[in-house]
C-alpha cells in the first residue's frame, strides 16, 4: 500500500527512480530480517534496514536539517547494534552456532537465570532498544520525520522500528529462561510507553505527534513481552501497522494538500475539503485508541488483561492511563485538523483539494484492515478461536511450559472492556467540546504557559541533556584529539619526513659544482676507496 501510495505521492519530485531504489532496498532488507533462519542473517537485514532508513530519512539531502535527522538515526541505531553484535557473539561462543533451533535447543539444557542468558539477552535488548527507539535511544525516531511521508509510514509501521519486538519473539526461549532481562523489558517499555504519550499531548506537528505515538505503541509491546505474552506482542505490532500505516498516510494526504503544511494549528476545517482522508483518518484514530471493534481494541485490551494478576498495579495503572494520554492526544490531532474553521492562509485554502486515486485507495484499504484487523485475535469471551495466537503456538510451545502467561478472569475482561468504552466516550465528548465548540488552538511557540506544559512541550529537554552531556563533550575530546595527536604530533610527524627530503636535497646538490677538476677529484678518491675496500677484504 504504501508504494502504491508512494507513485502518486512523489510523482513530481526529482528523485523519483533513487526514492523507489531506496523503498525497493528497505522491503529486501525487512524480508532479509525476518526469513533469516539464524541471527546473522538477521544482522544483516538488521543494518540493511539502517542503511536504508539513513538513506531515506536524508532523501532531500539539500535541507542540513534534514541529514542531520538521518546521521542521528543512523548513530543511535549503531550504538544499539553494537549491543546487538555483541550478544551474537556470546551465543556464537556460548553454543558454537547462531541458527535459531540450534542455539534455542542448546538453550533449553541450562538453568533458569544463567548467567550467560542473562548477558546475551540484555546485550540483543540494547539492539533492540536502539532499533525500537526505546528510553535512552529513542530521540532519533520523531525526527526521523523528516524523510518524505510514505518514509516515515514504512519505517513506522513495517518491520524497521517493531525489528526490536520481531527479534525478542523470534528468540522467546531466551528470554523465557532470563527472567532478569524480562523484567528489564517490561519497565523499559512501560517507561517509554508513558513518557512518549506525555509528550505527545503538547506536540503541533502532525507527523511528529504520530512519531511519539508510535514511541509509546513500541512501549505497549515491550510490556507484554516482559509478562511474557509473545503472541500479544506481535498482535499489537500486526494491528499497529495497519492503523500506524493509514494514520500516517492520511498525515501525507493532509500535507499534501495543505502544500507542505504540518503545523496542526494552521489547520481545521479539513473535512469539507479530504472527504475520503478525514474518514480514514477517523477510522485509524479510533482504531488506535482502542474503540471497539477497531483492531487496536482488541490487542491493547489483550496486553492490558496480561498485566492483572501476578504484576502490580502499578503497571495495570500505568499502561491503563498511557491509553487514555494516546486518546486523548489522537483525537486532539483528528479535531484540530480537521474540524472547526481553516486557519491557514488563503492560498492554501485555495490550494485545498482530495488527493489523487494513488493516494486515497490505500487508505481505502488500510482503513478497512484497521476496522477488521482485530477479529485476528478476538478474547475468550467472545470466542475460543484466538487465530493469531493459535498460528503462532508452535514457536511459544517451550516458553508456554516454562511460563505459561496468566489468564484474567471473565470479570476482570469485561470490566476491562466496559471501563475502556466508557472513559473513550468521555475522551471524545471532551476532545468535541474543547476543539469544536470552544474552536481551542494550542499556543503558539513562544507563549507563556504553565512550567509542567513547557517541560513537556521541550520533551523534558532530553535532547538538550544528550547534546550537553555526550555530543559536546565528544566535539571537546575530539577538538583536542585533533589538536594534541593530529597536528602537534601526527601532523609534525609527517611535516618532519618532509623537512629531511628537502634539507637533503638542498645539501645534495653543493656536490654539483660544475667544476671538472672537483669531478676528477672525486673520481679518483672514489676509484682509491674501491681499491682499499678489495684489498682489506
Excluded at 525497493?24 to 533462519?37: A, D, P, R, Y
Excluded at 477479529?375 to 516458553?399: D, K, Q, V
Aim: proline share 4%; hydrophobic share 50%; with cysteine.
Amino acid at each position: 500500500m504504501i508504494h502504491v501510495y508512494s507513485i502518486g505521492y512523489m510523482s513530481h519530485d526529482e528523485g523519483f527512480t533513487r526514492f523507489f531504489a531506496y523503498l525497493n532496498l528497505f522491503v529486501f532488507s525487512m524480508l532479509l530480517l525476518v526469513l533469516g533462519s539464524n541471527y546473522v542473517i538477521m544482522f544483516i537485514g538488521w543494518e540493511g534496514v539502517g542503511l536504508c532508513s539513513y538513506l531515506l530519512i536524508g532523501f532531500w539531502f539539500k535541507n542540513q536539517d534534514y541529514n542531520d535527522a538521518a546521521k542521528k538515526a543512523f548513530i543511535m541505531n549503531r550504538i544499539g547494534d553494537l549491543g546487538f553484535l555483541l550478544g551474537i557473539f556470546l551465543i556464537y561462543t556460548t553454543f558454537g552456532s547462531v541458527n535459531y533451533a540450534e542455539v534455542f535447543e542448546g538453550a533449553k539444557g541450562l538453568a533458569s537465570g544463567d548467567t550467560i542468558l542473562v548477558t546475551i539477552t540484555l546485550l540483543l535488548f540494547i539492539g533492540a532498544m536502539g532499533k525500537s527507539a526505546q528510553i535512552p535511544l529513542y530521540t532519533w525516531l520523531p525526527d526521523a520525520m523528516a524523510g518524505p511521508t510514505p518514509v516515515s509510514a514504512l519505517i513506522h509501521a513495517a518491520t524497521m522500528v517493531t525489528a526490536g519486538i520481531y527479534m525478542i519473539v523470534r528468540s522467546n526461549v531466551l528470554y523465557t529462561l532470563a527472567p532478569i532481562t524480562q523484567t528489564v523489558v517490561l519497565f523499559v517499555g512501560l517507561l517509554t510507553a508513558f513518557v512518549a504519550a506525555t509528550i505527545g499531548l503538547f506536540q503541533n506537528d502532525i507527523k511528529k505527534v504520530l512519531a511519539y505515538s508510535t514511541v509509546s505503541q513500541l512501549g505497549y509491546m515491550f510490556v507484554a513481552l516482559g509478562v511474557g505474552g509473545y503472541s500479544s506482542a506481535m498482535f499489537h505490532l500486526t494491528t499497529h501497522a495497519f492503523f500506524k500505516a493509514l494514520l500516517f498516510l492520511c498525515a501525507g494526504s493532509v500535507i499534501h494538500a495543505m502544500s507542505g503544511e504540518q503545523d496542526i494549528r494552521k489547520m481545521g476545517g479539513l473535512k469539507k475539503y479530504l472527504p475520503i482522508t478525514y474518514i480514514t483518518f477517523l477510522l485509524g484514530t479510533l482504531a488506535i485508541s482502542g474503540v471497539p471493534p477497531f483492531a487496536g481494541f482488541f490487542s491493547k485490551d489483550e496486553i492490558l488483561a496480561l498485566t492483572i494478576g501476578p504484576f502490580s498495579n502499578i503497571i495495570f495503572i500505568t499502561l491503563s492511563f498511557t491509553s487514555v494520554l494516546t486518546a486523548i492526544y489522537m483525537f486532539r490531532v483528528f479535531f484540530l485538523t480537521f474540524h472547526s474553521t481553516f486557519r491557514g492562509t488563503e492560498e492554501q485554502k485555495h490550494h485545498l483539494h482530495e488527493s489523487p486515486a494513488t493516494i486515497t485507495i490505500p487508505l481505502v484499504i488500510l482503513a478497512i484492515l484497521s476496522t477488521v484487523g482485530g477479529f485476528l485475535g478476538m478474547p475468550s469471551i467472545m470466542s475460543e478461536h484466538h487465530f493469531l495466537g493459535h498460528y503462532l503456538a508452535p514457536i511459544f510451545e517451550f516458553s508456554n511450559i516454562v511460563a505459561e502467561p496468566k489468564h484474567p478472569s471473565e470479570f476482570a475482561e469485561y470490566t476491562i472492556i466496559i471501563v475502556a468504552v466508557v472513559v473513550l466516550l468521555g475522551i471524545v465528548l471532551w476532545a468535541m467540546n474543547r476543539y469544536i465548540k470552544k474552536a481551542s488552538v494550542p499556543p503558539a511557540d513562544d507563549a507563556q504557559t504553565p512550567a509542567l506544559r513547557n517541560l513537556i512541550y521541550h520533551k523534558y529537554y532530553i535532547d538538550e541533556i544528550y547534546d550537553a552531556i555526550i555530543v559536546k563533550p565528544t566535539n571537546w575530546i575530539g577538538l583536542q584529539f585533533n589538536n594534541i595527536v593530529e597536528k602537534e604530533m601526527i601532523d609534525d610527524f609527517i611535516n618532519s619526513i618532509g623537512r629531511s627530503v628537502v634539507w637533503g636535497g638542498k645539501t645534495l646538490r653543493l656536490v654539483q659544482t660544475g667544476a671538472i677538476g672537483f669531478y676528477i677529484f672525486v673520481m679518483v678518491a672514489g676509484i682509491i676507496v674501491i681499491l682499499l675496500y678489495n684489498f682489506i677484504r
